[in-house]
C-alpha cells in the first residue's frame, strides 16, 4: 500500500509550523534484535551477563549490545588481573580474551556496578585503542600525559564523548558481532 504523501499536506504542515516543529524527525520501528526495550535499558544499567555473540564493536571501537553502547568487564574470581579492569572499546587484550577464552561470560552495563570490589580500573589498552584525549602510551616522550589521563579518567566524560544510547539501526546493521 503506498501511503499519500503528507508533507504536501497544507493542514498538516499549518499544524508543524505552528508546532515550531521544523525538522521531520525520524521513525524506526522496533526491531527487539536491535533496540533495547525500556526494561532492558534498565537492568543494563544495573549490569548483565552475556557472551560473546551480543556484542559488537563499532566504528570508533567502542562495544555495543544492540543500540545502547556499553562497558564490559570480565567476571572472574580471584586474583586474575583481567578481573580489576572494565573495558570500553574491543581492544588488543579483549581481542586476546576472544580469541582465549570463546566460553567467557561477560558483564555489560552502562555504568560501573554497585559493589565495592572490582572493577575499579579503565583498561589502559582500551585507551590506546581509542586514543582518548591523546592517549597514546607507546610515545616515551608524552608518557607522563598519558598516565594523567588513565589516573584521571572519567567515566561520564567518556560518555559525553561517546553518547550511550541510542545508536542508529543502519550503522549496527552493517556491523557482525565479535562474537
Ligand atoms: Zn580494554
Known amino acids: 500500500m503506498e501511503l499519500p504523501d503528507f508533507l504536501g499536506f497544507e493542514d498538516f504542515n499549518r499544524v508543524r509550523s505552528r508546532m515550531g516543529a521544523?525538522?521531520?524527525?525520524?521513525?524506526?520501528?522496533?526491531?527487539?534484535r536491535l533496540h533495547l526495550t525500556a526494561d532492558e535499558r534498565v537492568r543494563l544499567a544495573g549490569g548483565i551477563e552475556a557472551g560473546w555473540s551480543v556484542l559488537r564493536c563499532l566504528h570508533d571501537y567502542t562495544l555495543a549490545y544492540k543500540n545502547s553502547r556499553?562497558?564490559?568487564?570480565?567476571?572472574?574470581?580471584?586474583?586474575?588481573?583481567?578481573?580489576?579492569?572494565?573495558?570500553l572499546a574491543y581492544?588488543?587484550?579483549?581481542?586476546?580474551?576472544?580469541r582465549e577464552r570463546p566460553e567467557q561470560r561477560l558483564g555489560l552495563g552502562t555504568r560501573?556496578?554497585?559493589?565495592?570490589?572490582?572493577?575499579?580500573?579503565?583498561?589502559?589498552?582500551?585507551?590506546?585503542?581509542?586514543?582518548?584525549?591523546?592517549?597514546?602510551?607507546a610515545r616515551t616522550r608524552h608518557r607522563n600525559y598519558s598516565e594523567?589521563?588513565?589516573?584521571?579518567?572519567d567515566l561520564e566524560a567518556f560518555f559525553r564523548q561517546y553518547p550511550v544510547?541510542?545508536?542508529a539501526s543502519k550503522v549496527l546493521l552493517a556491523l557482525d558481532s565479535v562474537g
Open 22 to 32: 521544523e525538522r521531520l524527525g525520524a521513525f524506526e520501528f522496533f526491531d527487539p
Open 148 to 153: 594523567r589521563v588513565l589516573e584521571d579518567f
Open 91 to 98: 581492544c588488543r587484550t579483549l581481542q586476546k580474551l576472544r
Open 165 to 167: 544510547y541510542p545508536l
Open 70 to 87: 556499553v562497558l564490559l568487564w570480565v567476571q572472574v574470581a580471584g586474583t586474575d588481573p583481567e578481573a580489576q579492569i572494565y573495558h
Open 112 to 137: 560501573l556496578p554497585d559493589t565495592d570490589t572490582w572493577p575499579k580500573r579503565v583498561c589502559a589498552s582500551c585507551l590506546q585503542q581509542l586514543q582518548f584525549q591523546g592517549y597514546d602510551a
